[in-house]
């Protein structure tokens, strides 16, 4: 692999270890140094660093506090309920 690529990779340890992990880019990237702008989005999507990954963990996270809240919102209401007159 080319100094400048392995140098660039030093320098972004995620994507080093992306190269790592899947060893095709490192073929890829050895054979065609100019592919070295399309790592950065493969290594994003692998990560699950793209915005439309971003939002479905954000949506995950609402419905489990919407669903959180929902149930504290029935117990109070069973808690209430239930008291002697």
């Keep these: 692999m080319r100094g400048d690529i392995q140098d660039y990779l030093d320098q ?11 060893p095709e880019w490192y073929r890829r990237l ?6 070295l702008n399309q790592l950065k989005p493969a290594a994003d999507l692998f990560y699950g660093r793209t915005f439309g990954q971003r939002l479905d963990r954000f949506h995950q996270r609402a419905s489990v506090m919407s669903m959180l809240v929902a149930m504290a919102q029935a117990m109070s209401e069973q808690k209430f309920g239930e008291q002697p007159k």
């Design 12 to 22: 972004r340890p995620d994507e080093k270890l992306f190269v790592r992990m899947h």
């Design 30 to 35: 050895s054979r065609s140094p100019g592919d």
